[in-house]
């Protein structure tokens, strides 16, 4: 089998701040897929709100992992408790401010590889 990857770019408005753009990745053997409904939108978010960015594919939850990326730098959710990734794919901002401009990327991961 081989990868697939698939792109989903999102633009993000902080205030009056220029456009972020948003990427969602999903990579896979016997990949996830993304949701019909997975289009390109705009959203433009006043700055200190928080923002959902979803990592829109199909597969079973029960056996992916997600990663995020900024600006190609990995996210640790974990240690930074301004991003939250939930069960679901879900990329939580708590609360945004304009440095949050950014190339997001999620990454979601099987058991068959990435």
Do not use: H
Not at 89 to 102: A, E
């Amino acid at each position: 089998m081989t990868s697939s990857t698939t792109f989903l770019f999102c633009p993000l408005k902080i205030g009056s701040v220029g456009l972020a753009l948003i990427a969602f990745l999903a990579q896979a053997q016997s990949p996830p897929r993304l949701l019909p409904d997975a289009i390109d939108l705009e959203r433009v978010v006043p700055e200190g709100s928080m923002v959902q960015l979803p990592c829109p594919v199909v597969a079973d939850p029960d056996t992916l992992f997600f990663e995020w990326y900024r600006d190609r730098e990995p996210l640790d959710a974990f240690a930074d408790e301004i991003y939250r990734v939930l069960s679901n794919g879900v990329l939580k901002i708590k609360s945004v401010v304009p440095d949050d401009t950014g190339l997001y990327v999620c990454r979601a991961i099987n058991g068959f590889g990435k």
